[in-house]
């Protein structure tokens, strides 16, 4: 099951289509290469000088006939080592193999080849540069103090769920000029689909410098959803069955579906978009409680009341309940006027919507009232 928790889309594709460290590539590449050539050659030349060791201690024939093939054997490896240097490779186990054999015989191939081996297992454990740069240069990080002041800078809101993006609604309907300008520069800045209404207030303001501010900051958040889309599909084609992909498409094109501050031909298209990519990642993950109610929110704010009662019944019925699913729900019902089941709902789940207090004191009101009628 993937995780239901929101998070950043826009570093999540970032990831994905942030190119790979070609450097480490070729140095690992390279490294087991040259690890692959240097242990070839070490276990040949450490069983020939071997052989050569055992034929003159054994004085089996004339120890100048071993000790020539050894020079021999020598003078081709460092001729090998040196071809490979003058053509530009990295030969760092040839020479060392060529150095040492030549001067110490068997030992001198055999302890390349150790060194080789051991090389071979540390080159796969190591820790890749910009790993072993981050542990010994961390990142900044930031006090609690230090984050409230920057949110407190930023103008964002310490309780989101309650009062949204009321201040910047009060500062675009009350502010001074300067203040207003301040307002658009961080709501462009720090750009929201919550933050429509504030912009929609701007465009009306009655200052023809805000206008044009709030009309250039638009055309810019016009463009900055192009080009995310555009990488959203660009890493949805470098990994196509990348099922967060296809959720992480599904939440972008809902969340401009409703700003108001696109043509409405774009809006309709990322609704009708935002519906079918969360129905497709839907068919892999059909227990995805934020998916499932975000394909019933988006009917029910398309006015398409019996197709989103449809789909929140099931919902209940296969046990994906959340609070604002009944309510949603009910509205349905409501604008149905199938008064009979709203107030079967109602009761159904009257102990729920009561004692819940993140739900307005009003809706809980009504809801009491639908019980009692």
Not at 77 to 106: E, H, R, T, W
Not at 140 to 164: C, L, W
Not at 173 to 186: I, N, V, Y
Request: aromatic content about 10%; overall charge negative.
């Amino acid at each position: 099951m993937l995780a239901q928790q929101p998070f950043n889309y826009v570093e999540y594709v970032d990831d994905i289509l942030r190119p790979e460290d070609i450097h480490e590539t070729q140095r690992a590449a390279a490294g087991l290469a040259r690890v692959g050539i240097g242990l070839i050659f070490a276990v040949i030349l450490t069983i020939v000088n071997a052989i050569i060791l055992y034929v003159i201690l054994s004085g089996m024939m004339a120890p100048a006939i071993p000790l020539i093939v050894h020079v021999i054997i020598s003078i081709a490896l460092c001729i090998f080592a040196y071809g490979q240097y003058k053509a530009g490779m990295d030969v760092p186990f040839m020479g060392l193999l060529a150095l040492m054999s030549s001067v110490a015989g068997v030992f001198g191939s055999a302890g390349t080849l150790l060194c080789i081996f051991l090389y071979g297992i540390f080159v796969v454990q190591n820790t890749v540069f910009s790993e072993w740069f981050r542990l010994i240069f961390p990142p900044d990080s930031m006090t609690e103090p230090e984050r409230v002041y920057g949110r407190i800078i930023a103008g964002r809101d310490e309780h989101p769920q309650q009062y949204d993006v009321i201040p910047f609604l009060d500062v675009m309907e009350l502010g001074s000029t300067e203040q207003k300008h301040r307002a658009l520069s961080k709501m462009t800045m720090n750009f929201h689909p919550k933050l429509a209404p504030a912009f929609m207030v701007a465009l009306k303001d009655p200052n023809n410098a805000i206008r044009v501010q709030a009309a250039t900051a638009v055309a810019k958040i016009e463009s900055d959803f192009m080009k995310t889309l555009a990488n959203i599909e660009e890493a949805r084609a470098k990994q196509p069955n990348n099922e967060t992909l296809k959720l992480v498409t599904a939440r972008f094109y809902d969340d401009y579906a409703w700003t108001g501050l696109m043509d409405e031909e774009r809006e309709v298209l990322n609704q009708r978009k935002a519906i079918a990519t969360y129905k497709s990642f839907l068919q892999h993950e059909p227990n995805h409680a934020e998916a499932t109610a975000a394909v019933g929110r988006l009917l029910f704010r398309g006015k398409q009341w019996q197709e989103a009662a449809d789909w929140f019944e099931q919902m209940l019925q296969r046990g994906l309940y959340t609070p604002n699913t009944v309510l949603w729900y009910m509205e349905c019902l409501w604008n149905l006027g199938d008064y009979a089941r709203l107030r079967q709902i109602a009761r159904q789940y009257t102990a729920d919507i009561r004692d819940n207090e993140t739900i307005p004191k009003e809706v809980r009101e009504s809801v009491a009232l639908w019980v009692a009628a």
